[in-house]
Each structure stands twice: as C-alpha cells, then as structure tokens.
C-alpha cells in the first residue's frame, strides 16, 4: 500500500506560481507511474500531468506550457510546479501513483487545496 501526502497548496493571485510536492511512504523508482489530478466544485476529476517511472511526461492542453511535474526517486517524491497561474486553476490536486503489472493498483493522496484569485 502506497501512502501518499499532498502538501504546497494555498491561495495565490492570478500570474503567480505555486510548487506542489507528493511525498511517497516508499521507493517510487518501479511506480509505473505518478501524476496529479484536480477537481474543481461541481466538476469531474481530471488528469492535470503524468510521468512514467521512464520519465515521459504528459499534460492536459489547458496547463500545456504553464505547469510542469517531475520527480525525484531518492526523495521519493514527485513535484507539480505551476506557472502563470489562473482563476480557472482553482480546485483540490490529487496526486496519484499507478502500480503493478498484470493489474494495474492505483493509490491516492487526500489532496491539497489551490485557489488562484482574480
């Protein structure tokens, strides 16, 4: 069971940027892959940026230029840094990570809080 704590949200203006940080309770180095998620009031929960354990990376349109993820396998933790940031960006950021082979486990974090003023 993978644990996975959120942390680095918080109320910004718009333009400003943020750093989300997704630590895992272990080695993350053969997680298939990890990404972030968010969901806004009212909306369905959406993919915001994966990257695999071979570092390939893939966004949403809507961040595409604005937000990257990466990850750091000794520190077991996988970073968001958001750019430029908008009214729209707001919701709760999930973090996520994919295991397994055969079958495919996913676990979750309890999600941090971004809220981007006008």
């Known amino acids: 069971q993978v644990q996975l704590v959120e942390s680095g949200g918080g109320l910004v203006q718009a333009g400003e940027s943020l750093r989300l940080s997704c630590a895992a309770s272990?080695?993350?180095?053969?997680?298939?892959?990890m990404g972030w998620y968010r969901q806004a009031p009212g909306n369905k929960r959406e993919l915001v940026a994966s990257?695999?354990?071979?570092?390939?990376?893939n966004y949403v349109s809507s961040v595409k230029g604005r937000y990257t993820i990466s990850r750091d396998n000794a520190k077991n933790t996988v970073y968001l840094q958001m750019n430029s940031l908008k009214p729209e960006d707001t919701a709760v950021y999930y973090c996520?990570?994919?295991?397994?082979?055969?079958?495919?486990?996913?676990?979750w974090g309890k999600g941090t809080q971004v809220t981007v003023s006008s």
């Open positions: 996520n990570a994919k295991r397994g082979t055969r079958i495919i486990n996913d676990y």
């Open positions: 272990e080695s993350i180095f053969n997680i298939n892959a």
């Open positions: 990257i695999t354990s071979g570092g390939s990376t």
